[in-house]
């Protein structure tokens, strides 16, 4: 973990409730994608972690959903803005050990945003993935471009035209290994479905810290509650279990 | 004027600085040791233990306030044993100063049995007596919302040990003077004051309350001068020495609770939004004590009262 001032360079407006920031700084803690960073908002007392969606040495690119009054201010700051992080967060995706042939991406929503890290990363490795994207509506669509940029294939499913995203997944029964971001309950869909043997799954929560010291995002896993901050946020599928 | 004297003591035990980590925004040190070398501060005082294993309260358990926050974490630890097993071995690894022992409890029994266990741990120089968690419910007893119980559990640990033992008091009482001289009275070596405040925010989206402990306890800046001012009744009402702890989140703050009467300062929320504060803290107190015109920090505790 590493604090230092990352200065916004580039708002992009995504959808209607959607960002992209681009920031200038040192990524040099940043380590794997799916790992976190935590950001100091002027005026709010916690900090807003917020998932590393890319990374090069001396960038870092976040997407936010404006979900509050702290995420608006943050969208509407003026490029040149600095602002105190915590970088190098979290766990992040394992990326060895798989079988290319087996993967595919499930994100919904915001939750995409790690997974576009992690294609990349597959991608550079010769494994151009599999992504299945889920979104609200038509209009709530983000950020395709950029996947089909490092996928082989991108399949997009909308509540309001053709579905879920596990809708997608059962349709692809021999990709059985999930790499899977979103809300929770989609994180539950995902795991519950039958053909998928293994996966990593990226968790949320409220963090008051961000870097394991004050219990506030802990949840149930096998073998005992854990921080989702800092044994987390990725969970491999045998960790998992849900609370009924 | 020369160096400043940043050194003070807590009921015969010496603090090189009067910084103490508080309990509950630090873990068992092991997360902060990673950051920075942890020999810098006067103290630090480890998260709430009980006797046994306790996951806590369920989530969301945190939420944030206006200059504050809310937490519900339930005293999630991992029991006294496991601690004494596993993280004192670490903490003599990690910190060669004071540890302040925070004790959870649901019975006095449970409080005394704790402290047992507690005083043959060396590096534990002080019990810092949890009786003011919002958080957590122990049959229906407020151990530190009633000077009789809070009475009770002070004399039943300070039997069962020679550390010094400071009571942690709740400002979730109409007069906390009350709870402190039933505590001085029954034996109590000093007093650590204020815990969190009970506060609750409801989520306008799902008009439910964001805690799924439905209320938490309120932390940060904002309770500031409650503790500021709870300190300054306290130091009036009892001869102990107090740790003063509510809000801190600077150096500045640091030097004024001293003022309002205590011996050592905690700090808390502050810890989770800026992980090196602390450090940041015990290295710009010479300069506050010198535009005080201070030579020795310990000379502040109580100077607003004269």
Same mark, same amino acid.
């Given at each position: 973990m590493k604090q230092s001032a990352?200065?916004?360079?580039?708002?992009?407006?995504l959808s209607?409730?959607?960002?992209?920031?681009?920031?200038?700084?040192?990524?040099?803690?940043?380590?794997?994608?799916?790992?976190?960073?935590?950001?100091?908002?002027?005026?709010?007392?916690?900090?807003?972690?917020?998932?590393?969606?890319?990374?090069?040495?001396?960038?870092?690119?976040l997407l936010v959903r404006i979900a509050g009054a702290g995420t608006r201010e943050l969208a509407d700051s003026p490029p040149g803005t600095a602002f105190d992080v915590l970088s190098g967060l979290g766990n992040g995706f394992t990326l060895s050990g798989i079988a290319p042939e087996d993967v595919i991406l499930a994100g919904g929503g915001i939750g995409i945003a790690p997974l576009y890290g992690l294609a990349k990363a597959l991608s550079r490795r010769g494994i151009r993935p599999v992504a299945a994207l889920g979104f609200r509506s038509r209009a709530d669509v983000f950020y395709l471009d950029e996947f089909r940029a490092v996928c082989d294939t991108v399949l997009v499913a909308t509540e309001d035209e053709n579905g879920l995203v596990t809708d997608i997944l059962r349709q692809?029964?021999? &990709? =059985?290994?999930?790499?899977?971001?979103?809300?929770?309950?989609?994180?539950?869909? %995902?795991? !519950?479905?039958?053909?998928?043997?293994?996966?990593?799954?990226?968790?949320?929560?409220?963090?008051?810290?961000?870097?394991?010291?004050?219990?506030?995002?802990?949840?149930?896993?096998?073998?005992?509650? &854990? =921080?989702?901050?800092?044994?987390?946020?990725?969970?491999?599928?045998?960790?998992? %279990?849900? !609370?009924? | 004027m020369g160096d400043v004297n940043l050194s003070v003591t807590l009921a015969g035990v010496a603090l090189k600085n009067p910084v103490i980590p508080a309990s509950g925004?630090?873990?068992?040190?092991?997360?902060?040791?990673?950051?920075?070398?942890?020999?810098?501060?006067?103290?630090?005082?480890?998260?709430?233990?009980?006797a046994r294993p306790r996951d806590g309260?369920?989530?969301?358990?945190?939420?944030?306030?206006?200059?504050?926050?809310?937490?519900?974490?339930?005293?999630?630890?991992?029991?006294?044993?496991?601690?004494?097993?596993?993280?004192?071995?670490?903490?003599?690894?990690?910190?060669?100063?004071?540890?302040?022992?925070?004790?959870?409890?649901?019975?006095?029994?449970?409080?005394?049995e704790n402290c047992r266990k507690l005083d043959a741990v060396e590096q534990c120089k002080i019990l810092e007596i949890n009786i003011s968690c919002p958080n957590v419910h122990a049959g229906g007893r407020n151990f530190g919302t009633d000077a009789k119980a809070a009475a009770e559990v002070t004399a039943a640990v300070r039997r069962v040990t020679r550390k010094p033992v400071f009571m942690k008091l709740t400002p979730n009482v109409s007069d906390i003077t009350e709870i402190a001289r039933a505590c001085a009275d029954a034996g109590a070596d000093g007093l650590c004051l204020i815990n969190t405040l009970l506060g609750m925010r409801i989520d306008l989206k799902t008009r439910r309350p964001v805690l799924?402990?439905?209320?938490?306890?309120?932390?940060?800046?904002?309770?500031?001068?409650?503790?500021?001012?709870?300190?300054?009744?306290?130091?009036?009402?009892?001869?102990?020495?107090?740790?003063?702890?509510?809000?801190?989140?600077?150096?500045?703050?640091?030097?004024?609770?001293m003022l309002a009467g205590a011996s050592a300062v905690e700090i808390g929320a502050a810890n989770l939004r800026d992980p090196y504060l602390c450090k940041r803290i015990v290295e710009e107190l010479p300069d506050v004590c010198r535009r005080l015109g201070v030579e020795n920090i310990a000379g502040l505790t109580g100077a607003a009262h004269e």
């Open positions: 990352f200065t916004l360079e580039r708002v992009r407006p209607v409730d959607t960002v992209e920031l681009r920031f200038s700084g040192d990524t040099s803690d940043i380590t794997a994608p799916g790992q976190f960073v935590n950001l100091a908002l002027p005026g709010r007392f916690l900090r807003r972690p917020v998932s590393v969606c890319d990374w090069t040495p001396g960038e870092l690119t692809h029964p021999s &990709r =059985r290994y999930v790499y899977c971001c979103g809300p929770l309950p989609m994180l539950r869909a %995902v795991y !519950e479905l039958p053909h998928l043997t293994g996966g990593q799954y990226s968790f949320e929560a409220r963090m008051g810290c961000g870097f394991g010291a004050c219990m506030g995002c802990s949840m149930p896993f096998r073998g005992g509650w &854990r =921080r989702i901050c800092t044994d987390g946020p990725v969970f491999a599928r045998e960790e998992i %279990v849900w !609370e009924t | 925004t630090f873990g068992y040190g092991r997360e902060y040791a990673a950051l920075y070398d942890l020999n810098i501060l006067g103290a630090f005082s480890w998260k709430g233990t009980t309260n369920p989530p969301p358990r945190i939420a944030e306030t206006p200059a504050g926050m809310l937490n519900a974490i339930g005293l999630q630890n991992p029991g006294i044993d496991a601690v004494i097993r596993e993280e004192v071995p670490n903490i003599a690894r990690i910190f060669d100063g004071p540890v302040i022992a925070n004790v959870g409890g649901f019975t006095v029994e449970e409080y005394a799924a402990n439905r209320t938490g306890g309120l932390s940060g800046p904002a309770i500031f001068p409650v503790a500021l001012r709870m300190v300054w009744d306290v130091y009036e009402a009892v001869r102990l020495p107090i740790i003063g702890c509510g809000g801190v989140a600077s150096a500045e703050d640091v030097a004024e609770m």
